[in-house]
């Protein structure tokens, strides 16, 4: 079955470790997005990445960083520079290109990640 | 600024009855409007779109409406059942500047039906 596989469920870190963040999707999707979600919060856009070898930042980009070297991956880096890492982290992904923009999103089923 | 409000944190209804959600928007000119669900530990999972010339949208039990006067979405789910218990998220889509193409989220609404 087509999807998003997000790995691990959960990860626990020690502070001022970086820590990577797998994400694969298999659904041929060209565009692919990072979103932090916090308890009482919405989900906040970190970073997306509308085609291979190209991406931007979103609304919370300080302390992450992100890589798009194939078409099915995009993994998010959780920096020690990020001063509030411990959340749920959602993946998700869409066919959506510059001329159609009302694909949704495909979502995998998040890592939650803890720093101590 | 911009700011996209959901009713209530937690709605809890009984079984067989209508859950209305409300999704609320301000400071933005969204072009698409969608409703996902989530499940405790889980990815939210698209439910409908509904773009700013429909006024309403069904899918089974789901009914979505859409009134850019009011700036407001009212999400129903008909003869509600214990299965229907979530989070339901309302996300904007706005084709304007330097929010284009992105998908802003609500907080969520808690859905609680009981037998």
């Known amino acids: 079955d087509g999807g998003i596989t997000q790995s691990p469920k959960y990860l626990f870190r020690k502070e001022g470790q970086n820590v990577t963040l797998s994400c694969e999707q298999n659904l041929n999707h060209d565009a692919m997005y990072w979103y932090r979600q916090d308890p009482g919060q919405g989900l906040r856009l970190i970073y997306y990445s509308q085609i291979v070898n190209d991406f931007q930042k979103g609304d919370i980009a300080e302390g992450y960083s992100v890589s798009r070297e194939k078409k099915e991956s995009f993994p998010l880096t959780v920096t020690s520079a990020q001063k509030n890492p411990t959340a749920f982290y959602l993946c998700?992904?869409?066919?959506?290109?510059?001329?159609?923009?009302?694909?949704?999103?495909?979502f995998g089923n998040g890592t939650r990640l803890t720093v101590t | 600024s911009q700011k996209i409000e959901q009713n209530s944190e937690a709605l809890n209804i009984q079984e067989g009855k209508t859950a209305t959600l409300t999704c609320n928007y301000t400071?933005?000119?969204?072009?698409?409007l969608q409703w996902y669900r989530q499940d405790p530990g889980r990815g939210p999972v698209f439910l409908l779109l509904i773009r700013e010339n429909e006024k309403e949208k069904r899918k089974e039990r789901l009914k979505v409406t859409f009134d850019t006067t009011l700036k407001q979405s009212l999400f129903h789910i008909t003869a509600s059942q214990p299965a229907d218990s979530a989070t339901y998220l309302c996300a904007l889509e706005s084709l304007g500047g330097s929010t284009l193409g992105r998908l802003y989220f609500g907080r969520g609404t808690q859905l609680t039906v009981w037998p």
């Open positions: 998700a992904s869409s066919s959506r290109q510059a001329s159609s923009y009302n694909s949704p999103l495909h």
């Open positions: 400071n933005y000119s969204p072009a698409y």
